[in-house]
């Protein structure tokens, strides 16, 4: 089973938005409604940020908000903060796996 | 507290064999999904292996053959046996919890660091 694909770096400046894309297959993303996000700042364990594509945990801010369209998912940041700086990870259920992982995003506030 | 807590990690040779717990408290294991996840220094996360709340196990490929997964349901406490560790084995492994396929890692322990090195 392949990483998902994300971009390795995307950057924003305080109080803008940005997306972040996601990319499977037919064989995960475009299968499930089973993607998740998480946040992970340096030294830290991951965050649960959006799970089922587009569900927010208790206690995620509303900022953070999560799409698919066919093979890809998206997670969107809105009112970009500088806490909000982190590496970002999206996962999926897969048909083989059962759950892979994307290849990581780099956020940085400029 | 609501937590898990990891311990076991190490130095070990290529070729050896480590066990690692993830120690449960505030609810009980054996009703959730406990996925075993890694990072390779300065990479991204990897998916190892998943013992489910039914019994199913499953492995990343990369550690079939290799590792087991286990649960010790009177300790409330997941396992993970690495046998023929390799160099490429070397990361932080974190366990982390599902409450429902699908439905994400909500809750992760604080990571443990195994080095395979001679």
């Known amino acids: 089973q392949s990483a998902l694909t994300q971009p390795a770096s995307v950057s924003g400046s305080p109080g803008q938005s940005i997306t972040i894309s996601c990319t499977g297959t037919s064989s995960d993303v475009g299968s499930y409604n089973l993607v998740s996000w998480y946040q992970q700042h340096p030294g830290k364990a991951p965050k649960l940020m959006i799970f089922?594509?587009?569900k927010r945990p208790s206690g995620v801010s509303n900022r953070f908000s999560g799409s698919k369209s066919g093979n890809t998912a998206s997670l969107t940041i809105s009112g970009l903060q500088a806490e909000d700086e982190a590496d970002y990870y999206c996962c999926s259920y897969a048909v083989s796996s059962p759950y892979v992982f994307g290849t990581g995003t780099k956020v940085t506030v400029l | 507290e609501v937590q898990l807590v990891e311990s076991g990690g190490g130095l070990v040779q290529p070729g050896g064999s480590l066990r690692l717990s993830c120690a449960a408290s505030g609810f009980t294991v054996s009703s959730n999904d406990i996925t075993w996840v890694r990072q390779a220094p300065g990479k991204g996360l990897e998916w190892v292996s998943v013992?489910?709340?039914?019994?199913?196990?499953y492995y990343a490929d990369s550690v079939k053959g290799r590792f087991t997964i286990s649960r010790d349901n009177s300790k409330n406490t997941l396992y993970l046996q690495m046998n023929s560790l390799r160099a490429e084995d070397t990361a932080v492994y974190y366990c982390a919890r599902s409450q429902q396929l699908g439905h994400g890692f909500d809750m992760w322990g604080q990571g443990k660091m195994v080095t395979v090195s001679s």
């Open positions: 013992l489910y709340s039914g019994d199913s196990t």
């Open positions: 089922e594509v587009s």
